[in-house]
């Protein structure tokens, strides 16, 4: 009974460092960038049942400065990426979820920014949920307004974004901790009960063995 009880708490303790290493946050995009350098357009959408097998394919669109209507520029799917758009050609490059179907961030990288880039980027997650008896389809979609200029500044937004994404980051590492540690304990109480449980059963054996030699003494003379 009791190494059954090690075995389920040190499934569960390794399922709390699975879940840990896979966690998510949603980070906005910087909204800033450089012309003539390269740019990061930030894109988390993060799985609120991370339990759930699902998959999702990625679509990007542009609105330039002064434009009323949005051009498709990018896709992502199982096929892999798809530049839409001639304006973007050879300029983008997929920065986001690798080696998975299951994509939560699909950040795109842009290459030699120009002053024509300025304008409101829109993704959009086509996701699916596999569930036992259905599936469940849903569509996110995150916006970034960028802004590009000749010589980079610090932006308020930018600080804001960075400071929250340490402290996600020191969250997560210290919730870690916390499970670690009472597993851990768990652990150690389950072990000091199952030698408890095998000394008091030795020891019921050694007194049952020292009964008997006894009575068979007594019997003997």
């Known amino acids: ?61 542009f609105r330039a400065k002064g434009e009323a209507d949005f051009t498709h520029i990018y896709t992502y799917n199982d096929d892999g990426p798809t530049i839409e758009s001639d304006h973007f050609m050879d300029r983008v490059d997929w920065n986001g979820s690798k080696r998975s179907n299951d994509i939560q961030d699909a950040s795109i990288y842009l290459l030699n920014v120009t002053f024509n880039d300025s304008g409101t980027y829109q993704c959009f997650f086509n996701r699916i949920l596999f569930y036992e008896n259905y599936e469940y389809n849903a569509v996110v979609s995150k916006v970034v307004h960028l802004t590009v ?65 006894c009575a068979g003494v007594q019997v003997g003379e």
Do not use: P
Request: a negative charge.
């Open 149 to 213: 200029v000749a010589k980079a500044s610090r932006g308020t937004a930018s600080i804001v974004s960075e400071v929250m994404m340490y402290v996600s980051i020191i969250g997560l590492q210290l919730w870690l901790l916390i499970e670690m540690i009472y597993c851990y304990r768990k652990i150690a109480a389950a072990g000091e009960e199952a030698l408890r449980e095998a000394a008091n059963a030795e020891y019921l054996a050694i007194a049952s063995e020292s009964k008997d030699n």
């Open 1 to 61: 009974m009791a190494a059954s009880h090690l075995l389920l708490l040190s499934l569960l303790c390794a399922l709390c460092v699975y879940q840990c290493h896979g966690a998510c946050a949603e980070v906005d995009s910087d909204t800033e960038a450089v012309a003539g350098k390269g740019f990061k357009l930030g894109c988390i959408s993060c799985k609120r049942r991370s339990e759930v097998e699902g998959s999702a394919t990625v679509e990007w669109y």
